[in-house]
């Protein structure tokens, strides 16, 4: 099975404080994602990547930067957190191999739910 | 863009009975996936059900069947003989056929269902 794990299920920081989020999955996916949900809102897409050192901005990248350096990792950087990124954030990954029915379904990690004081 | 819209907020049903979760979507593509996720209370979201919008046919597995209504844009989740098991938060997503670097799901705002014993 796809396994795809967050460093951290519960953080308290501080506003201005620097936070790392970090995420591992262990199928070769080339696909990581950085997701944010918040009630009402559903999952918004933060930033995602389909390679190593590659990245692309989702709908909401402001106030994020993400670092993927080793295919397996995928980290979400808060450069200076604020209340307003308090949120749970999911992270998911995806392939695009397989065969022509492949879909490119997302296999999600058990989330990390971020309080910023 | 697309949009994905869930116009139930929480939903609630007996167990053993039929539940139908509703979702719509917004988009000029001809050719897209759609999918219903699951997210159990602390727990990580998984793949219920998907769709290819070339198939006429609705998909199904097991308890849990779509109708998928193309012209109408709207996919809806139904789950038969509902158990307690399946109380959770319930999203729609929708995906561009497009390859690589776009394969990013667009979600709903998400379904909280509730099983009454």
């Known amino acids: 099975d796809v396994k795809v794990t967050q460093s951290s299920r519960y953080l308290v920081k501080r506003t201005g404080e620097k936070v790392f989020l970090e995420c591992v999955q262990d199928?070769?996916?080339?696909?990581m994602f950085w997701y944010r949900q918040d009630p009402g809102l559903g999952l918004r897409l933060i930033y995602f990547s389909y390679d190593v050192k590659m990245k692309e901005k989702g709908d909401i990248p402001e106030g994020y930067s993400v670092s993927r350096e080793k295919k397996e990792r995928f980290s979400l950087i808060l450069e200076s957190a604020s209340t307003n990124q308090t949120s749970m954030y999911l992270c998911?990954?995806?392939?695009?191999?397989?065969?022509?029915?492949?879909?490119?379904?997302?296999?999600f990690g058990e989330g990390s739910r971020l309080t910023v004081l | 863009a697309q949009t994905v819209t869930q116009s139930q907020p929480e939903m609630s049903v007996q167990e053993a009975e039929t539940v139908t979760l509703s979702c719509t979507y917004d988009t000029s593509e001809s050719d897209y996936y759609l999918f219903w996720y699951k997210q159990p209370p602390s727990r990580q979201m998984i793949l219920v059900i998907r769709q290819e919008a070339y198939k006429q046919q609705n998909a199904t597995e097991n308890r849990f069947s779509v109708n998928f209504q193309k012209a109408a844009k709207s996919f809806s989740l139904k789950i038969s003989d509902s158990q307690l098991g399946d109380a959770a938060m319930y999203f729609c997503?929708?995906?561009?056929?497009?390859?690589?670097?776009?394969?990013?799901?667009?979600f709903g705002q998400g379904t909280r269902l509730t099983i009454n014993p």
């Open positions: 998911a990954s995806s392939t695009p191999r397989g065969d022509l029915m492949n879909t490119g379904e997302l296999f």
């Open positions: 997503a929708y995906r561009s056929p497009k390859v690589q670097g776009a394969q990013k799901l667009v």
């Open positions: 199928m070769d996916h080339e696909n």
